[in-house]
Nanobody, 118 residues
Framework: QVQLVESGGGLVQPGGSLRLSCAAS????????MAWYRQAPGKQRELVAT???????IYVDSVKGRFAISRDNAKNTVYLQMNSLKPEDTAVYYC????????????WGQGTQVTVSS
């Protein structure tokens, strides 16, 4: 079973940047479109961005133009570059397979906390 480990979160001021990483333990990850999700306190987990196995990214409107998703299949890693961060981006961020594949294929990792606050 593939294990996912997210990292790179932290406390940042509005307008700041962070780069999140999601490392997968198995190379089977490479065949899947992957996605970043986030869950804010008291809210359901929501999709943020997806990336095909070939590297094409799609974004929800709220992060379009500010976030960039990428992947390095040789390192079994997916990244999320987050710029111009807003307080409403505060959440725990997770990665898993793209909903196009149906229910998540891998167990959820522990996530990485992103807090945007002055």
């Amino acid at each position: 079973q593939v294990q996912l480990v997210e990292s790179g979160g932290g406390l940042v001021q509005p307008g700041g940047s962070l780069r999140l990483s999601c490392a997968a333990s198995g190379s089977i990850f490479r065949i899947f479109a992957m996605a970043w999700y986030r869950q804010a306190p008291g809210k359901q987990r929501e999709l943020v961005a997806t990336i095909t196995s070939g590297g094409n990214g799609i974004y929800v409107d709220s992060v379009k133009g500010r976030f960039a998703i990428s992947r390095d299949n040789a390192k079994n890693t997916v990244y999320l570059q987050m710029n111009s961060l807003k307080p409403e981006d505060t959440a725990v961020y997770y990665c898993n397979t793209d909903p196009i594949h149906g229910p998540p294929k891998f167990n959820w990792g522990q996530g990485t906390q992103v807090t945007v606050s002055s």
